[in-house]
């Protein structure tokens, strides 16, 4: 070694910058490999509007989808529940309602006495104050009843819990806060809130959660004694059929598993609603299979559609319920094979092979059972074929029936609410489509952390909360950011789902005892959705890029 570098250094020296070359080529192809890996994306799982998707459901008779990479809209996005509709005990709580009981209180409390001693929480005038404060903070709040606060951690402060919903869903779900209150008392001995805690700050207000037990679960034995749930809890058990005699008087549809099986989350949906709007047609409990297979396009770990989803993730089972009659798969294969087997005549079935045969030619159908099978090739296995053409007259999808998952609702709430409701986003549109330059041509260098940086400066005040909501996959990508807004992605909220989380905990209940993963469609519905609550919002087509939605020349 030591001869050759004295006898030839500069043969030595070249190989050495060969290698060295050569190893910085590798390390820079690694590196490539490496950002193309974790830059690259499948089709973006973007929301379209409801009108678009509306648009989209209707222009598609026969074909196979090509719009399904967004994310759903539901029915508490399509339907404007008119506040009369609303539950009685959750009439809204406005200025007019506080300044009401405010008059009764002056008029039949006598004059304070407590002036200079601890506040008292459950004095109802500490509840006006904090109405009145909470209708001045949180304008998009409707706030819908109040639980007599309870005392904090210090003598003037005082935890109270409320429920509320937001003024941009339209569906009448509540959610609980609990904040902490510093009350302070004024001269005139009146009381005045001299500070709020943040989201869920109020832990002495929380009501105390029961210990839910595994009758969650999918399948296994019934508990005939399901645990009492709060009104705020979901309730997520799986109806029984219960006897023979009402298994028997009931009437079915029953939809075989089809070709709309992995395919994304709105062909499921617009087949579903096709079956579910069917079976009330018909007038029968539609048989349902809780069981979901997620496609890859929301990007699984794997790469690969992943089975083994429980619809309870995504969307909410309760509502379903409480709207549509619907009875699970497994309870009524049970209940049926049972009563075929102990009955003497067996439990009348009609089978139907092909999705021609339509809801009408059905309607006068006497059997118990009516069984639509689906083993035709694709794309003749898709549930929503039953709907199509003149089916569309007769059967209409009860698109009320679907509201997303509360869990995941929850999740958004939470998120909204460590902002305190009071931030503004940016939606940036990036994976695939920034890659392909063909179609966008811009995108890239639009959704870029400079071109953002300028074209935010114009429509977001600096030091706002900036919410990005995004499929851009590398983290710190947006830190350019950071020198002009409190940036908030949805990677900062892990701990929501995370192993301490509520959500983990009641999904693992619904998954018989397995962690489940937040996966790629429930990222995107949350990050969704808690765009929608901002203050501001900036869209990447039409406000950061003149590229169209879906590619050159389509807008
Ligand atoms: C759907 O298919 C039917 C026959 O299969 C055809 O008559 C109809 O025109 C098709 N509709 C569209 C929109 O292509
Ligand atoms: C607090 O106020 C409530 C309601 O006015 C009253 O019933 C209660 O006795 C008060 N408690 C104290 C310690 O003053
Ligand atoms: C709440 O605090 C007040 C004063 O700090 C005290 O008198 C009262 O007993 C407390 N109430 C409860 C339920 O702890
Ligand atoms: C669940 O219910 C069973 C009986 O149904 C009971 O023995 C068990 O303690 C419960 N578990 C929890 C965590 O409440
Ligand atoms: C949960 O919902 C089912 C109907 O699906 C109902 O029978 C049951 O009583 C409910 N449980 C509670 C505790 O409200
Ligand atoms: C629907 O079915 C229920 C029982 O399954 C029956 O009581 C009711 O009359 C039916 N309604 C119509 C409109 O057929
Ligand atoms: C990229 O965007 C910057 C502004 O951020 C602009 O100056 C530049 O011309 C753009 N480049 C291309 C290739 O469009
Ligand atoms: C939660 O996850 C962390 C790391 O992922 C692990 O260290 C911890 O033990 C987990 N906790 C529970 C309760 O599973
Ligand atoms: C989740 O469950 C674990 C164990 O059952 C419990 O210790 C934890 O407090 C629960 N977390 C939440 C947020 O409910
Ligand atoms: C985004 O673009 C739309 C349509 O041009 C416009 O109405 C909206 O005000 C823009 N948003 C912002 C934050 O500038």
């Known amino acids: 070694m030591k001869e050759t570098s004295s006898t030839d250094p500069i043969g030595q020296n070249v190989i050495k910058l060969i290698s060295n070359v050569c190893f910085s080529v590798f390390v820079f192809s690694v590196l490539v490999f490496t950002v193309i890996a974790i830059t690259y994306q499948p089709p973006d799982p973007w929301l379209e509007s409801s009108k678009a998707l509306t648009r989209a459901f209707t222009e598609v008779e026969n074909a196979t989808f090509k719009t399904d990479t967004s994310v759903l809209t539901t029915g508490e996005d399509l339907v404007a529940v008119s506040p009369a509709a609303a539950p009685l005990a959750a009439l809204p709580i406005t200025e007019a309602v506080v300044e009401k009981s405010e008059e009764k209180l002056k008029n039949s409390t006598p004059p304070v006495s407590s ?49 509320f919903r937001n003024k941009k869903e339209k569906s ?44 969650l ?65 018909l007038n029968r409990t539609f048989v349902m299979d809780l069981g979901m297979c997620l496609s890859a396009q929301y990007n699984n770990p794997s790469g690969m559609d992943e089975e083994g989803k429980d619809f309870r993730y995504y969307f909410d089972f309760e509502h379903l319920k409480e709207e549509a009659s619907i009875v699970e798969e497994g309870e009524f294969l049970r209940d049926w094979r049972k009563w075929d087997k102990t009955r003497k005549k067996k439990i009348p079935v009609r089978k139907v092979a092909s999705y021609k045969i339509t809801p009408m030619q059905l309607k006068k159908d006497k059997n118990t059972i009516i069984w639509r099978q689906f083993d035709a090739p694709e794309p003749e296995n898709y549930w929503y074929r039953v709907c199509e053409g003149p089916v569309a007259k ?63 400066k114009g429509m977001v005040q600096p030091w706002r909360n900036l919410y990005i909501a995004t499929n851009e996959p590398f983290y710190n990508y947006f ?49 969704t959705e808690v765009l929608y609550r901002a203050k501001t919002r900036v869209e990447t087509f039409y406000n950061l890029t003149k590229d169209c939605k879906d590619g050159i020349n389509t807008c």
């Open 217 to 281: 679960s999918t399948g296994g034995p019934k508990n005939p004694n399901p645990p009492p749930v709060r009104d705020d809890e979901i309730n997520d058990t799986i109806p029984t059929v219960g006897s023979e005699v009402a298994f028997s008087k009931g009437r079915y549809l029953y939809y075989s598993r089809g070709g709309d099986y992995c395919k994304g989350m709105n062909h499921f949906l617009w087949s579903f609603l096709c079956g579910l709007g069917e079976a009330q047609f």
């Open 394 to 456: 007769y059967v209409q999808r009860p698109w009320h029936a679907v509201w997303k998952s509360k869990r995941l609702m929850n999740i958004v709430s939470e998120i909204s609410g460590r902002m305190d409701w009071d931030f503004d986003a940016v939606h940036v549109v990036r994976g695939a489509k920034a890659q392909n330059k063909e179609l966008w041509p811009h995108l890239d260098n639009d959704t870029s952390p400079a071109a953002l940086f300028e074209k935010l």
């Open 115 to 163: 002036c200079g001693e601890a506040v008292n929480c459950s004095d109802p005038r500490v509840l006006v104050v904090i109405e009145k404060f909470n209708l001045k903070v949180f304008k998009s709040i409707v706030f819908l009843d109040y639980q007599t606060p309870v005392n904090g951690s210090k003598p003037n402060e005082c935890d109270v819990a409320w429920r």
């Open 479 to 527: 830190d350019k950011l950071r020198s002009q807004y409190k940036v908030h992605l949805l990677d900062d909220y892990k701990e929501l789902w995370g192993n301490t989380s509520e959500w983990y905990n009641e999904t693992k209940l619904l998954n018989g005892g397995k962690p489940v993963e937040f996966d790629g469609y429930m990222r995107v519905a949350v990050d």
């Open 172 to 215: 009448w779900r509540k959610y609980r806060d609990f904040r902490r209150f510093r009350i302070g008392v004024k001269e005139d001995c009146s009381y005045v809130v001299a500070g709020a805690g943040r989201w869920h700050s109020g832990i002495n207000a929380r009501r105390q959660r029961p210990k839910l037990n595994s009758t």
